[in-house]
Antibody, heavy 115, light 111 residues
Framework: QVHLQEWGAGLVKPSETLSLTCAVYGGSFSDYYWTWIRQPPGKGLEWIGEINHRGSTEYYPSLKSRVTISMDTSKNHFSLKLTSVTAADTAVYYC?????????WGRGTLVTVSS | QSVLTQPPSVSGAPGQRVTISCTGSTSNIGTRYEVHWYQQLPGTAPKLLIFANSNRPSGVPDRFTGSKSGTSASLAITGLQAEDEADYYCQSYDSSLNAWVFGGGTKLTVL
């Protein structure tokens, strides 16, 4: 049974960089595309981007200039960095996995952008 | 403003049937891209409900049915139960954005 666990700073100051990491337990890291999805409080899901087993990435256009998704296959980890954050980036961030559809989800971690 | 449009809310009595629509365009649902549906219970991560337009993962009851036609897709839930009260999201790929996109979500209330 594959499961995901994300961690990172829960409070980030405006203009700084949000950093999260997700560990993949119990499965083959190369079987999935690894994805970050966020959900602002009281709002819907937003796809941030994904990385595949070859290290190729895709990002949502409006976030592309600020986002980097990377992976460390030796640790079965993948990470999200979002630069120059504002209050609009406050959200629950989910790490997730799948091929097209998402069938693996982390529990989500709330990141608040505030000074 | 979501690329895929869903009604903000739907409701139904226990035992009834409800449908949730997901309307896209010729750059997403209207092409070869498939539609997936997720259920998000309060305070939890989303869960895959329907994949590739109409397929149910193991463990999802057959009360949940997905379909796709033209630039729209639908999720039907029959025999409504109290535990179906949740938010539902559709997802597809958009070729003009080169990105996955979600609908805005629909809150299902079981009366």
């Amino acid at each position: 049974q594959v499961h995901l666990q994300e961690w990172g700073a829960g409070l980030v100051k405006p203009s700084e960089t949000l950093s999260l990491t997700c560990a993949v337990y119990g499965g083959s890291f190369s079987d999935y595309y690894w994805t970050w999805i966020r959900q602002p409080p009281g709002k819907g899901l937003e796809w941030i981007g994904e990385i595949n087993h070859r290290g190729s990435t895709e990002y949502y256009p409006s976030l592309k200039s600020r986002v980097t998704i990377s992976m460390d296959t030796s640790k079965n980890h993948f990470s999200l960095k979002l630069t120059s954050v504002t209050a609009a980036d406050t959200a629950v961030y989910y790490c997730a996995g799948g091929r097209g559809f998402v069938d693996l989800w982390g529990r989500g971690t709330l990141v608040t952008v505030s000074s | 403003q979501s690329v895929l449009t869903q009604p903000p809310s739907v409701s139904g009595a226990p035992g009834q049937r409800v449908t949730i629509s997901c309307t896209g365009s010729t750059s997403n649902i209207g092409t070869r891209y498939e539609v997936h549906w997720y259920q998000q219970l309060p305070g939890t991560a989303p869960k895959l409900l329907i994949f590739a337009n109409s397929n149910r993962p193991s463990g999802v009851p057959d009360r949940f049915t997905g379909s796709k036609s033209g630039t729209s897709a639908s999720l039907a839930i029959t025999g409504l139960q109290a535990e179906d009260e949740a938010d539902y999201y559709c997802q597809s790929y958009d070729s003009s954005l080169n990105a996955w996109v979600f609908g805005g979500g629909t809150k299902l209330t079981v009366l």
